[in-house]
Every structure is written in C-alpha cells, then in structure tokens.
C-alpha cells in the first residue's frame, strides 16, 4: 500500500434549522456494511506500515513501563464487617485477583507482603479466570452481602458495557442459577441478603430502570422498583455508608432527584426525598445520631435553601427529607465536592483555587458540628482525595495522596489524634527518585484575560530554552478535574527529556463550579481558547518550542484536540486524540444514538434549538476541518470499534476528511475487540500506551 486509504464518497444531506449539510462520508456509520470493516482494516494496514520504524521504541517503552511496575503487589485491606478486603495482582496476569482474610478486634490493616501466601485468605474473585479465553473482559459490577455470604458482579466480554449479572455463594464458592443479562453498572443488596437491586439500560443505552431480584428465583420474575421516564435522566442504585437506607438517584446533567427505601424492608415502596427541580443538584446520605434519632446529610447547590454553585451541606429529618436546614454554608471561593459522613466525625472533600482538600468536623451528640480542621500536606501542587471507607463506626478516615512526583500513598487519619500513618505508597522499581524532578504552577492568559492554571512536571536539569520536547494534556468538559497525580509510564517521557504538562481548562472543575459553567453549552469555546493560550504559554516559558510541543486528549479531550488543530494549527507539533468526540453536532443531533439526549444538558439541544445548532456548527471538528488543511501538524487518532460512549464512525469520518482536505500526516487505529476505555488487561494498557508515547517521541523528539 503506497497510499494511505480513502473512503469513498456518497452524498447524504442532513437539513436543519433551513441550513443544508452534505456529508460524504456518513456511510461509515453503518457498522455492518463490509465496505464499513474494509475501510478500518485498511487504515489498521497504513499505521501500522507507516510507524513500523517505531517498532523498537514500543517495545523500549513497555519494557521500561513493566520494569517499573511491582507486578506482584496488592492493595491495602479495607476493612468491613468483620473481614478485611483488598486485591492482588500477579506478575504475567493481566487482571486482579479480589480477595479477604477474616478480621479480628484489632483495627490496623494487616501488613500483607506481597507474593506470600495469606493465611486464611479466600479469593471471591480471580479476573484472570473469568478472562480466560476472551479478547475482552471488563468487571462492571462487585458487591458483597453485609453478611458476607454473597457477591453479586457482572461481566462484559464485548466491551460495549452491558453485563451479566451473577451470584456467587460464597462459603460454597458455587455460583448460583441467578443469573440477570443485559445490566448496567452498579447493585446493592437489602439488609437480610434476600434481595439484590440493579440496573438495566434502554435502547439509548441510558440506565432507566431500578429492578429487584429475589435470590432463588428467575430474572424473569424480577419487579421494576423504580422507571425513570425523562429521556435526559439516568439511574443509580446503592447503600448509605450505615446500610440502614438504599438510594436510588435520578441525574441529569445539571439536575437530580432521590428515592429511599430501607434496607431491612427490600419490597417496600421508595420515598422521594424532594422532588426534582431543575438546574438543582443533591446528593444524600444518612447519619445515626447518638441521641438516639438519625437524619439524612444533603449536598446541594439549591440557593433558595442556603445552598449555590459551590454547593453547601444541609441536613433533614428523615420523616421529613425535603425540610433542608443549612449546616455548611455555601462559599464562592470553594466547591464542596463531596462529603462522608461516621459515627462521630464528617469528612468534606473540597476544591480552592485548584487543589483539593479534606476538611474534618467532629459531631456531637446531638449531631452539631464541631470546629473544623483541614489534613494538611507540604507539597505546593498535590492531589488528596477519600479512598475506601467501608464501615460507619470506625475511628480512621482512609484517604490517598499524589502530586506529579509523589506516587500514589494510601494514608489512615487517626480522626482524634489528628495523625497520619501511612499504609502504602505505590511502588517504583528501578531507582526511582522524586527529588530528580520538580513540579511547577504555570498561568495563561485566555483571549477574554481569563487565567488559566498549567500544572508541569520535568527533570530537575532540565534547561528552559525552548529546546525540550513537550506532551501538554487537556480535557475540559463536565466539570472533571485533571487533578496532579503521578504516573509510572510518564517516567519514559520525563527521563528523555519532556516536559508534561496539563492545563486546567474552563468546562473542567480545577476553579470550582463557575469554571465549568463557563466552558459549556453556548460558552464551549472557551475551553479550546483556553487549551491554546495553554499552549502558546508553555513556549513562551521557555518549557519547549512549537514543533516539539505535542497536545493529547480523549473522548471529550478528544474533541478538543479536533477543535484547537482547527483553531490554531500553528499552536502544535502533534495532536494524539484517543477516541475523539469529534462529530459532534451529527451525534447530538441523533436522539437515537447512545447517550445522546442525556448530553443535550452539557452540549446543548441543536435538534431543536437553532442557536444551539449554530453554535455547534462552529466549532464542532468534522464540520470544520480547514477546506486547506495541508498546514495541519501531524495527527494520530485512535477509536474502538465497540464504543458505546464515542462511535467509531466520529474518528473515521473526521480522518477522511483531514486526508481529503490536504492533511499529509494523519493515521487511524481502531481496535477491533474493545470498548471506550480500549483493551482491557494492563499488559494491553502499557502496550497502548508505548505506543502513543512511541508516536509523540517519533514525531516531536527525534
């Protein structure tokens, strides 16, 4: 093969709002159309052929990633119920392995080494074995009965996240015949283990439907306990951390609503805590007071009720749960987060000015909050947030802790002494040295002279001349935060030279939840202006140069990398876009397609909204590919095959049209066997990943 391939061309027109689109390449939706599998095998074909000199450094590059990995390891035990839960991993499999030993009085974690057989130790659950055989394998599911006697999990072998639910019996290890197809992700079991809640989705694959199943009985006898009829709302089911209520939520983007049933009555009828409202947000959990009475916990950002954008903490009678009574005030210089409430203290997971944080309250009797106080950390630039907490009465809050040096830490905090201990830190083989590097705060400055916060990380000799290589990471939609943590594979960038960076654009949370208003909706563009002023700033520094500077970004990151090498060509080296949302007014335009109706909160309703529409239509990528794009930088893209969240057809259709308009250098990988999160197992992940790493070095180092 000479050239790369082409797609043919058949016209098809989309009409709306009185404008008229053709797009040739509308065709390659048709996932079972064999010209469809041609195509993807050909440009399978090309990539490989055209990065075969590129072959060495994968494989470089997953050698040092696997090196550095304690392969054999396991997690720190996480305590419940009278047995200790935690996972292993052995070296040469590529899945985890779940596992308890019986606990006895005393509270500390036991110090497991790994690869020495635990005494006492049952195995609920060997990945591996399930694995066996398949070219996927995705765990959507794990829940064990208060009891201990059962666990629910569910499994996917396609990757296109629906699960089969199974029960085991767990002093037997038998599974036994229930058996629920076709659910989604998350269960929770009544109080007596009689009875097991789940998820199934619609043809849109939203989670509608809260079903219980009867252990013992066939899923066809199983009952809907609860149908969410908005098209733009979601379902999920789970315990309070006391296990005395089940919660079942309603979301939507920006709006959600709350039923509770007791978890000792499983065929009772749920109690709405308050009625939805919208633009308003909650979440709940439940509190046993030592007076004697109990009552539920609510964050929300209700500001008729004390709350606001940055949410505030109320609490409610349970005979009563809409009658909200402030108890943290809402502050517009921090967003509460999220919040874990114990027998005698509340833990309040924050975000100011970029960093997380965890604030402590003890509670008194009669559940008023005491006077407060953060866990402090020294580093200027860290992430801190909960880890697993499993019971209610307990007096340590487990927490983790990275920054871009520090690898990940497991830390118990003594609640009354006010003391950390450190359980574990994530292993790095081979000399690792955090004090060989450094990590720095950048600002840009926006194009409306918004600052935008930049994270960086480098050797500590590294030289500011412009002359180092640079990989600059963004993301920027639904308020997720790119949040400092460390990575073992980014050591094989570091160590030659690069610079990583990752830029706290608008659409993400980093400043809390008027940062992400102002990069959504009719205000999208801002994340793009913001990511390119990121990068501009990053030469301006002196950190690298254009042509050395490459940007990555995935599925809404990867629509990002379609807009900003649409925007400012001139700004980059390379663009990675790993499953990239990339036509994304054709697919919001589709209420038929996956998610798509659910989205119209975040993106907007062009379907129905002409100004939407207008908006969308330009920046969306596919529509904007330059008519000349022979000044693009070179472009690698991956998708997978049986994405339910991005389609495969999005990055295919967008790669024939860069190839059509002029871009000399792009290339398209699709995996043919995976799911949005690529291949599973982590020896495929470190070999997807020296492979990115491979290209970027290749085409901005070398």
Known sequence: MAEPPAAKRVASERTQHGDTVVDEYAWLAEKDNPDTIAYLTAENAWTERATAGEASLRDEIFTEIKSRVQETDLSVPARRHGWWYYTRTVEGQQYPIRCRVAAGDDPTPPVIQPGVPVPG????????????????????TFTVTADGRYLAYADDYAGDERFTLRVKDLPSGELLDDEVPNTSYGAAWSADSTHLFYLTVDDAWRPDKVWRHRIGTKAAEDVVVYQEPDERFWVGVGLTRSERYLLIESHSKVTSEVRYLAADDPTGTPTLVRARKQDVEYEVDHQIIHNGQDRFLVLHNDSEVGGGENFALAAAPVDAPGDWTPIIEHAADTRLLDFDVFADHLVVHRRHNVLTGLRVYPLGADGALGTPHDIAFTEPIYTVEPDANLEYDT????????????????????????????????????????????????????PDGTKVPISVVARKDLVRDGSAPCLLYGYGSYEISIDPGFQIDRLSLLDRGFVYAIAHIRGGGELGRRWYEDGKMLHK????????????????????????????????????????????????????AAVPFVDALNSILDPSLPLTVIEWDEWGDPLHDAEVYRYMKSYSPYENVAADASNYPPIYVETSLNDTRVLYHEPAKWVSRLRANGASNVLLWTEM????????GRYQAWHDRARCYAWIIDTVAR
Not at 413 to 424: E, F, I, S, W
Not at 548 to 571: I, T, W
């Open 121 to 140: 130790e049952q195995v609920l659950l060997d990945e591996n074995e399930l694995a066996d055989g398949h070219d996927f394998f995705a765990l959507g």
């Open 395 to 446: 007096g340590t809050f487990r927490l983790t802790y990275a920054s871009l040096v520090t690898p990940r830490s497991v830390y118990d905090y003594d609640l009354a002494q006010r003391h950390l201990v450190l359980r574990k830190r994530q292993p790095v083989l081979g000399g690792y040295d955090p004090d060989q590097y450094e990590q720095f705060r950048e600002w840009a400055t926006a």
């Open 525 to 576: 563009k801002n994340t793009f202006a913001d990511f390119v002023a990121c990068a501009r700033r990053m030469v301006e520094a002196g950190w690298t140069s254009t042509p050395r500077l490459a940007a990555l970004g995935g599925s809404a990151g990867g629509l990002l990398m379609g807009a900003v090498v649409n925007e400012a060509p001139d700004a980059f080296g390379a663009i990675y």
């Open 673 to 680: 066997e995976a799911g949005h999160g690529g291949r599973s």
